[in-house]
């Protein structure tokens, strides 16, 4: 019913930086939150930011003054800015939106997650 696509990760020098976009679509009457989560091998997947219909945000302590989440209403798409980059940013990002479908129906959906790495 409602497809997440994430795109911009990949391998990027410590301190540099990247954007994440993650698009959503399908049978969308309208989106309530959207957000980042990141799983490292290993570990379990964490939040990394998270912003409200209303534009409100909340981080990680980790990642506060680092990354930035944003989103386009009209274009239900989320973006994270990631800059300094650390090698403990490595992982796969994945988006999360909480949907309201045409039916009227709330649910969570999932982006198929997109690799970041951090390495010299």
């Known amino acids: 019913q409602v497809q997440l696509v994430e795109s911009g990760g990949g391998l990027v020098q410590p301190g540099g930086s990247l954007r994440l976009s993650c698009a959503a679509s399908?049978?969308?009457?309208?989106?309530?939150?959207m957000g980042w989560y990141r799983q490292a091998p290993g570990k379990q997947r964490e939040l990394v930011a998270v912003?409200?219909?209303?534009?409100?945000?909340n981080y990680a302590d980790s990642v506060k003054g680092r990354f930035t989440i944003s989103r386009d209403n009209a274009k239900n798409t989320v973006y994270l800015q990631m800059n300094s980059l650390k090698p403990e940013d490595t992982a796969v990002y994945y988006c999360?939106?909480?949907?309201?479908?045409?039916?009227?129906?709330?649910?969570?959906?999932w982006g198929q997650g997109t690799q970041v790495t951090v390495s010299s």
């Open positions: 999360k939106a909480v949907v309201v479908t045409t039916t009227l129906s709330l649910n969570d959906y």
């Open positions: 399908g049978r969308i009457f309208s989106i309530n939150a």
């Open positions: 912003i409200t219909s209303g534009g409100s945000t």
